[in-house]
């Protein structure tokens, strides 16, 4: 059992590239994990970007802080495969979790969001804990998306040996410590973005850099560029993952404004 975990999928570039590339691989998976939380121009996501996303080969799309910023994902959150961090308070639509399965395996994959630098949801280790008991499962792969290592690293830990994996997204930068923690479970701190490096995580330079330097608000815009495909693959042996590998493809480019 292959399954591909595809990071913050970014504005038009991110939505190319993926385009581009996920079609020509998607064969070598049973289950294709997008996170889709900044398609839309950068943030949220919309119908189009959804399509986009689905059509390209994703079962499932996750999302992140930025899961409302656009209103028809309301509308989609009800219908499609697309989970929201599992520890927004009780009555938030959507839901949390997800099971993919194929052959009588059941992959349980549960978003939840850190709460350091970010919004303070309910507690994401109880959240886990509670739906890892609820769910009947075969094995579990956890997103948190997070801005600290050390809460990724703690939630790690704290499921160690109970999930198959935990990955971390929203950060934008992949981390090269895609392993093993003691008892077995694969984790990485995060995968990445799938999206434009030639940006400030997806966004245009000069209008990130004017924060920076001013210390006021400037208008967000994402950034174009070439792109980076990013992922991270998983193989599974039964409930565990046997082997865990950061993935990129870069697309050619052949200049600014030419796509
Ligand atoms: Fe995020």
Not at 11 to 39: C, T
Not at 43 to 50: A, F, I, N, P, V
Request: hydrophobic share 40%; charged share 25%.
């Amino acid at each position: 059992m292959k399954v591909l975990f595809v990071g913050d999928v970014t504005a038009r570039p991110g939505q190319r590239v993926l385009a581009r590339h996920l079609p020509d691989i998607r064969g070598e998976y049973d289950w294709v994990i997008v996170n889709g939380e900044n398609a839309a121009a950068g943030k949220g996501l919309d119908r189009k970007s959804y399509r986009l996303i689905r059509e390209a080969g994703a079962d499932l799309v996750t999302l992140g802080n930025h899961a409302w910023d656009k209103k028809q994902v309301y509308e989609l959150i009800e219908t499609e495969p697309i989970i929201r961090a599992a520890n927004y308070p009780p009555g938030t639509p959507g839901r949390g979790w997800w099971v993919l399965e194929r052959g009588g395996f059941r992959l349980l994959v549960v978003q939840v969001m850190g709460r350091v630098y970010m919004e303070p949801l309910d507690d994401p280790f109880r959240t886990v804990d509670r739906i890892l008991e609820e769910v009947p499962h075969d094995a579990a792969i956890v997103e948190i998306h997070a801005e600290a290592t050390s809460e990724k690293y703690a939630l790690g830990f704290y499921l160690d040996g109970r999930v198959a994996a935990v990955l971390g997204t929203h950060t934008h930068i992949p981390t090269l410590d895609a392993g093993f923690l003691p008892k077995g479970t694969a984790i990485q701190a995060d995968v990445g973005m799938t999206g434009t490096y030639r940006s400030i995580i997806g966004g245009e330079v000069e209008s990130f850099l004017g924060r920076f330097l001013t210390g006021r608000p400037h208008p967000f815009r994402s950034a174009e560029g070439p792109a980076r495909f990013v992922a991270t693959e998983l193989v599974f042996e039964g409930a565990r993952v046997r082997a865990i590998s950061p993935y990129q493809w870069e697309e050619p480019w052949r200049g600014e404004g030419i796509e």
